[in-house]
């Protein structure tokens, strides 16, 4: 099992940044893939952005150029750099670990896009 806890969420301006840290309590290399997800209101859960074990990248059409994950193995945890926001980036977000089989989820973090 992988324990998860998201931070960094918070109110931000249109064309503005905000970081999103996921904290893991296990290595972040033993985890296959980290991801970011995010829903909104009335909408279903989206896949924003994935790290592999190895390093890859992937992005959502709709954040490509504009956000970023990376990763700090010593602090086992993942980041999620947010640029040029938009009021469509408002949602809740998800850190995923996924394992074998198994999916964890953190408790979520909203992020708010508003001028």
């Known amino acids: 099992q992988v324990q998860l806890v998201e931070s960094g969420g918070g109110w931000v301006q249109p064309g503005g940044p905000l970081r999103l840290p996921c904290a893991a309590s296990?290595?972040?290399?033993?985890?296959?893939?980290m991801g970011w997800y995010r829903q909104a209101p009335g909408k279903q859960r989206e896949l924003v952005a994935a790290?592999?074990?190895?390093?890859?990248?992937n992005y959502a059409s709709s954040v490509k150029c504009r956000f970023t994950a990376s990763r700090d193995a010593a602090k086992n945890t993942v980041y999620l750099q947010m640029n040029s926001l938009k009021p469509e980036d408002t949602a809740v977000y998800y850190c995923n670990a996924a394992m074998g089989w198994e999916d964890y989820w953190g408790q979520g973090t909203q992020v708010t896009v508003s001028s």
């Open positions: 296990k290595h972040i290399f033993s985890i296959n893939r």
């Open positions: 790290i592999f074990s190895g390093g890859t990248t």
